[in-house]
């Protein structure tokens, strides 16, 4: 390179020098959780869940200590991504000096393990839910390892119960995978309850404060989203809040059927047909569809 073009980078060098900056690797300082060390305990946590079902490792269902070893293996690798996460905070002053960064994680991933037995149970109805609601599946089988939809609600369930307990760096890497995998955007806080269908489910996107009952089916395109934000005098978005519909149980959404705001409650029963736009509650049994 010629002389100017040195010093170009000379100069360019030392204004991205930051050596107090996180990174997800550093050789000193402190590292960020990695995404792909993300990526891969969640597919551990996926196997763990359906066994033998979304890897190609042998498994013995009577072999109690290579079970106990994954899930150990498993907890070890959360626990390490997550203390990355606390001691971030730490740095972003939303932690105190003295936060205890790996106690905080252990507890964090006790959690977790402890609720796993209830996410499992609940994946169970929603591949039930996908079964009967699908006349093109021959198996439940087929739903476990092909139908986008049940990988997507499978990440949430997990990412869910992390977003509950305010580590939220970690469900939200975990939700954007399951995003780029299958084009179903569900935000990891958002409560879904047991025997949920997504159909299809590309261009499905439902929104962090979102609540969904039971036995609810949804198809491809539908936006469960907010319908404004509110802002503070200086004209700053207020974070938080209820700004996503509730989904009552047993309710239909067809495809491209967009429901917004907070305020929005789609009573139990109902069936809203494609390509509605809804910004206001409806009661139970309601039938609202497009019309030209």
């Known amino acids: 390179m010629n002389k100017s ?21 550093t050789r000193h300082g402190l590292n960020l ?19 033998g079902c979304l890897s190609y490792e042998a498994v013995d269902h009577e072999d109690l200590p290579l079970i106990r070893d994954r899930l150990t293996a498993i907890a070890e690798t959360l626990v390490s991504q997550i ?12 932690r105190p000096e003295d936060f205890d960064c790996q106690k905080r994680a252990e507890a964090v991933v006790a959690q977790l393990l402890h609720e796993l037995p209830e996410i499992r149970s609940l994946l169970q ?32 369930r997990i990412a869910h119960v992390l977003y509950k307990a305010d580590v939220h760096l970690l469900p939200r890497v975990m939700s954007e995978y399951a995003h780029s995998r299958t084009g179903i955007d569900i935000h990891p ?53 209820k700004r996503h519909p509730e989904v009552e149980d047993d309710v239909i959404i067809y495809a491209n059927a967009t429901i917004l705001g907070g305020d929005t ?20 049994g309601s039938r609202i569809f497009y019309k030209e």
């Open 5 to 25: 073009l040195h010093t170009l980078v000379d100069s360019l060098a030392e204004r991205f020098v930051c050596k107090n900056c996180p990174a997800t690797n």
């Open 33 to 51: 959780p990695g995404r792909r060390a993300i990526q891969a305990v969640l597919k551990q946590l996926l196997s763990a869940l359906f066994p």
């Open 83 to 94: 203390e990355r996460v606390e001691a971030y905070r730490k740095l972003e002053g939303t």
């Open 125 to 156: 109805a929603d591949v039930v839910a996908a079964y009967e609601g699908d006349p093109a599946a021959h198996s439940n089988m087929e739903i476990v390892m092909a139908y986008p939809g049940l990988f997507a609600i499978a990440v949430h």
């Open 189 to 241: 806080g958002a409560t879904i309850g047991k025997g949920f269908f997504i159909d299809h489910g590309t261009g499905v996107v439902i929104g962090e404060t979102c609540v969904i009952g039971t036995n609810v089916r949804v198809y491809q395109g539908v936006t469960l989203g907010a319908l404004s934000f509110r802002k503070d005098a200086d004209g700053h978005l207020v974070k938080g809040g």
């Open 265 to 284: 409650i789609i009573g139990r029963g109902s069936v809203i047909g494609g390509n509605v736009w809804l910004t206001h509650s409806v009661p139970a």
